[in-house]
Structure formats: structure tokens, C-alpha cells
């Protein structure tokens, strides 16, 4: 049976300011509604005989994970959360053995989050077409037919057919300079390294335990040391860390026997920047890819994405990238935005936040939204999920007014617990134990204005936290 | 003795989403905490015998004029309030009837409200030149020495010099075309056109009479009729509407055999567009002029200013406008700007209302700015200035929650009026009579949480209010 592995890694700051360290690329809706990471789990759920996806990710993610699979209302074949990363060897080593405890016979399609495959059939067929040589043991890579001679990714060379449209691996090359990659592209046999996989669960062990058997080790130490958590599973730390930093491609399938490539072309794209996105996206007459409240006067071959409730206009600008955020917007030349990471590096070393969270961030229990703020005072619009609660706490330097404008919250204010429609609202004094809770079914959204001489996040005393955060 | 009159007259577009029609360039801090309009005042009120200033505006403007008046701690000479805009000469008229009513030989310096002068002493030792012809009954007009072929001005070419400096006017000449230009600043006779004018009240409203008898008996009429409330003098619409549309040059100074010209330079701008502001502002080392958050990475040659709690992150781009406001950034080419025009008429055409109002709004009892808003609910931040009252109102769609953040206001509620401190709220229940007065000497904040099924601001019935709005 077909299990699919979503590798939910990496932090993603090249499509700042849009992605940020808590919410990187793979969570983001950046063409459609629905999040990379999101179309990634459907286009694996609609694979014949697919059971319902594994998800591996970082811990920081795994209410974002939890939150965006609900979303899309599918199955989750379990959330396994990386207490640190240690790159895609010992990783998707996590998925196998968890899949391989369900399944000794599993077969894992293994798939990075943050793709775009536009051309789904072309996708599955070749998915059919590495079947026969996984089966038969082989380690399949996917690989994308070059459009164009990109310097920016690794290549494989393919070898001697193995059955019709999956061949031997002859070699794996680096990312190669600009003649190297017209070259590849011309000679017709290299393709793009996509770090998709179909593979056996127990042929991928077997083989990291004789290239990488260090990494074999570690990961099956850690996950011996498993904690089940609803659909979560937790990994010891230590055991973890322990084990070494590598890429599957390094750790495994550049010293295996059995690796085999399938050529596709299906409409992929890693969407590494900005101005990939804009590449891959559909434009319009001017070749502006304009995104929510945009006008646009005398403009060409921009990439503009308004935030809510802002508007932007352009003005005989062409090949640019704007985008906008509730806090932050970035006006970058299309062809330079792979130096996004210059900007982001200068928020880090300036100790300022913009690279880490969005205005809006996100919690287990829900969300929050700072809209306001002054000497003394901030204003936030809060959300929680049905079902949900946040932790039972206390402030020791502000009161709090919230005001419920949609849904029905709980609300335990000392010794009281009372109800709080819509329309009503209620007054958290100083000191006062609290907690805020959903027990409807719709979700809660009230406005909390907060009164005091300090107002940072870290005046919190948590006395009882469903989340383990107390 | 010198009256000075600032004519803030304009409803400037051309520093959009700055500029907005309720909030037009005058009104601006372009570059310094003060505005034009405040720089104006204060530069006049500098000048040797100087008596108030008297401020010509849209009625639409007063209270803005009010406050910013107020800001600077400048006494007032008065405010006319036009009931519609008829151009610069029946403006200055009503000001000259203004001033003659105080002092029979005024001398009036007219100057426009949203005009740049770097170079105070040169602009002063231009007003002393001008003092000897204005005296005799000239009317002077002051000329400035053009730095470069401009082809937006209008030129003056002097004649016979009258008194050191002061010169007979030639002609007046329309904006010429580039060549045109080019050979009036080489030619050295020519000065563009700025504006500003000295005379004796009592001599424009002679000239008047002689060049343009219906306006100055239409703007006599008006003026006959006005009422005057606290430092306001408002004026009868349909009189002071039957008063032709002109301005001062093309009724009055190029028709009077007595027109004098006082070249000056004095570093002097109209700051017509936002590329004439980056001109005349100090920039960095890179040519950026960045006001607010910007991180500024390979980029030269900019104008860059961002909003209240927001950055802007520019990557390689160069020469470029972007202005960032609470709901609209403009992204444009510095060569590009005056087209700024093109989107603001598209704002019209589309029925928005982003060139009309930001989303931060003044009212004569304060400001409010629109924080959040939601499907069923809306909160504004509101500040209430000491001793100013919100009118007695009612909704009859929507309840409010008002928390104080800062100050102490007086709440009145249907039959009880109480007090409300910082960090404490009350509740407004759907159709109730209220109102919101600050009693005391500090601004009031409050936040307002406003819960209903229509939340628009037409929603009101007004049914006492201290500023006629009832």
C-alpha cells in the first residue's frame, strides 16, 4: 500500500515577508486558497490505494500542521515532530519506521511540502511508472525534465532503462555553472534533482543502515523513545540530535546500487523565490501577477500582493516584486530577490521580529492579532477554535477587557465561571486568575483590550495549560 | 502694518495616499514634525511687525486649520471660511476686506499655504524690498529665480527697476514649452511665478474693482453677509457663488498698469509632486530620502516613506516613489509621479474612497481611525481633545463598548452621566442617547468596540451638537 511522507522542513525566509520563521512557505496560500503544504496532502490522498499521509515536521509547526490538515478535512496518517532538525536522511528514516510498524510491506512516496506540481496526471503516471522498480527494490527519484538550463538546482544523469520510463541512476551532479547546465539541458539524459521519492520503508532502512549507519542508529533510538500524543508523535531530544546531519541524497541515494530515476515533467516548480512564483503563475495582459486590492497604471511584469484591508497602487513601474503585510512590505527588483535574505538578515541582526512572526500569529488554541497598540494600551483581535481553551493564567501588570463579537466563550474570571455572547463583554482585573474557552462549535472571536504599564507577552503565569505549556 | 494671509486653498491630489481631499498637502508634515501650512504661519509671523496671520480655507477644512493653528500656539488673525472654492482672486478679497475692516492701510503679504522656503532671510529681505513700490501702491508680485528650465510654471519678465530689486512687470507668460523655458533662464529677466504677493489692501481691492468689478461686488456682497463664530468668519454661499472663478494674475496683475516684480531666491518649492519633495529634501549617501521604518539594501535614489507601525524593505530598486499609508501604499517611478492623478481618478471612478479620506479621520472633537473591522462589528480607536464633546446621539443598528486607555471622560448614557478613568468601560446598548465629552485638560483615548448588523457611519442621529452638526 502507498503511503505518503510530507516533509514539512525547512524555515523559509526567501519568500519574505510574506513567509516568516513561524509560518514558512509550505503554510502559505500563495496561488488558490489553499497552502502548498495543503495541495501536497491532497494530491497524495488522491493517488490509487493511498492511505492518509504522514506528515513529518519541526515542533514550532505542529499546531500549523494540525491546523491546515483539518482545513482540507482529510485523514492524517500521523504528525511526527522533529524536536530539532537533522536535514532529510534521518527524517523521512522517522517516516519509515512509522510507517513500517503499521505496514512491513509499506511503500512511502516521499514528498517536500512546498511544491507546485501543476500538471497532476503527469505527476501520477509517473508515480505508476516507478512503481515496478520499487517494488523490485529499487530507491526511485523523480526527476524533473529541465525547462531551461537553472543553476540553482542539482541534476541527475540517468542510465540504462529499467523498465519503460525508469532508468538507473548513472550519476548525481551539484548545482552546475551557467555553460554546465546549457549543457545537461542540451545533451536530453539530465534531469532536476526534485527530492521526491518512492521507495519500500524497509529498502530505505536497509540501505541508510549500510551507507549511513549512524543515522540508522540514532533515529531508531529516538524513535524507540516515542511519545504518542493524540496524533502527534514526540521524539526524545537528545536521541535525536544525536544522530547525524544529512540529506538523503548525500547519506543514501548517492552511494546506493538500487537508485533509479523517473523523468516527468509535470508542471514543477520549487517556488524558491519570488520571482519563481511569479514565473509560474498565471498573468495578465501586462504580465502582472496582481494579488487582492491592486491598481495598476502603466505597469508591466510586476508581482504585487496586497495584505487585507490595504490597497496597493503602482505607477509606471515594471519587473518588480511588492508585497505587503499586515507589519511589513517588501519592494524588491524581480531579478533580485534572492537577496530577500539580505533584508532578513538585517532584522536578525538588528534583534527585531518581522523575520520571526507575522502580526497575526498563531497558538493551539487559535489565533491572535495585535491591531493596535499605544503607551499603555494594546488591542487584540482573538480567535479560538471550537473546542478550544487557552491556558488558565494570570497577568501580574495589566487588566483585561474582552469584548465577544462573534460566538459564545466561556470565561472563568476567579471564582466565577460565566458565559460571554456576542455583544457582551467582561472585565479580567489585575492579578486575576483566567481563562478563556470555546465549548461551542463555532469559533470565537472577541476583542481584548489590554490596560497596563507593560504589555509583553512574557507576563504570563500559566497554572494550567491543556497544551503542556504551564 | 503687515497682515499676512495664507490662502490654503487646493484640494491636492498630487502627494497621494498622503494627500487626501479632507487632508490636502498644506495639512502634511512632508519633511519635520510641523506642516506647510504651520511652517507658513510661523515664517510670517517672524516678519517684522507682523499682525496674525488670517487664514483663507475651504469650509471643509476649518477644524484642521483649527488645530493646526492651535499645534503651533500662533494667534489667529482669522479664519475665512469659503463656501466654495472660486480661485485665488475672490479669496484674496474677502481677506483684504478682512484686514481693511481692522486696519484701513494694511499692508497684506499673500502667501500660499503649501509652499517650501529653505532660505527664510532671503525671503524676508525680498518682503523688505517689495515694502517701497507696495507703499507707493504697486502691487508686487515676488518672482523666483528659476534654478533650471521648468516647464510647469508660469514666468514673469521684469521690466524697469523701480527701487533696488524691485522691478516694473514686463508680461506675464503662460508655461512655456522646453525651449521656451530654456531661453527664459538663460535670458535672466524671467522668474517663475510663486504666488505670493504684497500690497496694500486697500490698492488690490481698487484694481479689483477697475479690472474685475463683479467679483469684488459679489465677494462685497458675501462679505456683507458674514457671520462670525468664535475665530471663524463664514460667509453666505449663494452671494459669495455668484463671484466669477478667477485668479488674482489673470483678473488683477495682468491687468494693472501698476504690477511690480521682487526677484528672489530663496530656496523656494511648491512641492508639486512627490519628486519635487525627494528634490529639495536632504537624502543619504545613497540618494534615498527614507522616512519612518525603512531597511534600505542596494537601493538609490528613492523616496521611501512608511506608516505608523509598518516598515518598508526596498531590495535593488532605484528611483522610485513608495508611500505607505494606514490602508494604501503607491509604488512609482520618481519620473512617473505626476500621473498620480490617473489613480486617484480611477479611486473616483470606481466609487472608492481612499482619495478622499485616510483611514484615520479628523473631526472638530478629534480623530478616530478605524483599527479592525469584521463582518458584524468595527473598532475605532478615539481621541477626544480636552474641553471637546462628541454629539448627543443614537445608532439604530449597533451597540458600543467604550474602554478609556487614557484620560477621563464623561460618559453620558440615556438618563446617567458619569465618569469614565483609564483602564474602565461601559456599555452603550443599541438605541440608547449618549454622548462622549472630555471635561478635562489631557486628550481622552478610548477604544470602541462596535457590535451590530450595520456599522456604517450614516448610521446617526445627531440630537444636540456643540459644532452645528445636528
Redesign the interface.
Known amino acids: 500500500m502507498l503511503h505518503p511522507v510530507v516533509l514539512s522542513g525547512g524555515s523559509g525566509t526567501r519568500l519574505w ?1 510574506l513567509s516568516r520563521h513561524n509560518q514558512p512557505k509550505q503554510f502559505l496560500s500563495l496561488l488558490g486558497d489553499r497552502s502548498l503544504f495543503q495541495e501536497t496532502l491532497l494530491r497524495a490522498s488522491r493517488l490509487p490505494d493511498a492511505q492518509p499521509p504522514v506528515t513529518v515536521c519541526a515542533d514550532d509547526h505542529r499546531f500549523m500542521v494540525g491546523e491546515q490538515l483539518h482545513g482540507i478535512g482529510l485523514a492524517s496518517g500521523g504528525i511526527i515532530l522533529e524536536p530539532v532538525a537533522r536535514n532529510t536522511a534521518p527524517a523521512i528514516a522517522l517516516a519509515a519506521l512509522h510507517v513500517v510498524d503499521r505496514d512491513s510491506d509499506a511503500m512511502m512516496l516521499v514528498m517536500p511540502a512546498d511544491h507546485l506540481i501543476e500538471d497532476e496526471a503527469s505527476f501520477r503516471s509517473a508515480v505508476e511508472r516507478a512503481w515496478a522498480p520499487a517494488d523490485e527494490g529499487w530507491l526511485v527519484t523523480f526527476g524533473i525534465t529541465p525547462d531551461y538550463a537553472e543553476t540553482g538546482y542539482g541534476y541527475i544523469r540517468r542510465g540504462g532503462e529499467l523498465v519503460t520510463g525508469a532508468y538507473r541512476v548513472s550519476r548525481f551532479v551539484e548545482k552546475p555553472d551557467a555553460a554546465t547546465a546549457e549543457r545537461y539541458v542540451a545533451e536530453g539524459s539530465y534531469a532536476w534533482n526534485s527530492g521526491m521519492f518512492l521507495f519500500r520503508a524497509s529498502r530505505y532502512l536497509e540501505e541508510l543502515g549500510r551507507h549511513a549507519p549512524a543515522i540508522l542508529a540514532a533515529v531508531q533510538k529516538a524513535y524507540a523513545g516515542k511519545m504518542s500524543d493524540l496524533d502527534f508523535t514526540r521524539l526524545p531530544k537528545d536521541e535525536f540530535l544525536a544522530s547525524p546531519s544529512d540529506s538523503i541524497d548525500y547519506a543514501v541515494m548517492e552511494k546506493t546500487e538500487r537508485a533509479a530515476v523517473v523523468p516527468v515533467s509535470c508542471g514543477w516548480s520549487d517556488i524558491g523565490s519570488w520571482s519563481s512564483l511569479w514565473a509560474v503563475a498565471e498573468r495578465d495582459g501586462d504580465g502582472n501577477l496582481n494579488q487582492g486590492d491592486v ?1 495598476s ?2 505597469s508591466t511584469g510586476n508581482l ?1 500582493r ?1 495584505a487585507d ?9 515594471d519587473d ?1 516584486v ?1 508585497v ?1 503585510t ?8 524581480k ?3 534572492q ?2 535574505k ?2 532578513v538578515d ?2 536578525k541582526s538588528e534583534g527585531r521580529q ?1 523575520h520571526l512572526f507575522h502580526r497575526k500569529v498563531y497558538r493551539p488554541w487559535g489565533n491572535y ?1 495585535s ?7 494594546q ?1 487584540k ?1 482573538i480567535v479560538v477554535k471550537p473546542g478550544a481553551a487557552l491556558s488558565l493564567q494570570k497577568h501580574a501588570h495589566r ?1 483585561e ?1 474582552w ?1 465577544v ?2 460566538g459564545t466563550a466561556e470565561v472563568t474570571c476567579d471564582d466565577r465561571v460565566f458565559e460571554l455572547r ?2 457582551e ?1 467582561t ?1 479580567i482585573p489585575l492579578g486575576s486568575v483566567h481563562r478563556l474557552r470555546n465549548t461551542g462549535t463555532e469559533p470565537v ?1 472577541l ?1 481584548e ?1 489590554q ?2 504599564s507593560y504589555l509583553g507577552e512574557d507576563d504570563i503565569v500559566r497554572l494550567e495549560d491543556v497544551y503542556g505549556r504551564s
Open positions: 515577508p491598481i497604471v502603466d504585487v496586497a484591508r490595504r490597497m496597493i497602487a503602482t505607477l509606471g513601474v518588480l511588492i505587503d499586515a507589519d511589513a512590505t517588501l519592494v524588491a527588483r531579478d533580485r530577490v537577496d530577500v539580505k533584508i538585517r532584522l518581522e492579532d491591531i493596535d497598540m499605544g503607551e499603555r494600551f488591542v483581535r487588566a477587557h469584548i463579537v462573534s456576542e455583544n463583554s472585565y472571536e476583542i483590550v490596560s497596563g
